[in-house]
């Protein structure tokens, strides 16, 4: 079995868009076995999108009350209360996204959990190394 490996890295959303047209990035996107996002995108609609993708989760939220007892107030003769209270909240905003450090990129891949990772710092340009030497 054969199988094609294609790679693109964008440009810019704006650029694609341009070249591809909106439908055609969208089907880019959207059948991409991996996709990252290195920031610097203002478009809030992709923004969304992309904050939908990373996913909800389920915020807990725990609450006390003392009332005191018919002890004078003493700890002894109060009646406590806790409760536990739920809401869902998105994982990471459009803010969020569209406040990406550099060094940050959020990947995501067929299969598993949307990551934020670190990136690496290419090394400086050595213009008397060749990289294609000894290959």
């Known amino acids: 079995m054969r199988t094609i490996n294609a790679g693109r890295r964008h440009a810019g959303l704006g650029q694609d868009v341009e070249v591809w047209g909106e439908q055609g990035m ?54 406590r209360s ?5 809401r869902e909240e998105g994982i990471v905003s ?3 996204l569209g406040a990406l450090p550099p060094g940050r990129a959020l990947v995501i891949a067929s299969g598993a959990p949307p990551t934020l990772i670190a990136t690496v710092q290419p090394p400086p340009y050595a213009p008397d190394l060749n990289p294609v030497e000894g290959i």
């Open 82 to 86: 806790t409760s536990v209270s739920s």
């Open 26 to 79: 969208t089907k880019l996107w959207s059948s991409a076995n991996i996709a990252s996002y290195g920031g610097g995108v203002k478009d809030t609609s992709f923004l969304h999108n992309l904050s939908q993708l990373v996913g909800r989760y389920e915020a807990l939220t725990r609450s006390t009350s003392h009332q005191p007892g018919r002890a004078g107030g003493s700890l002894l003769g109060s009646n």
């Open 94 to 96: 459009v803010a969020d």
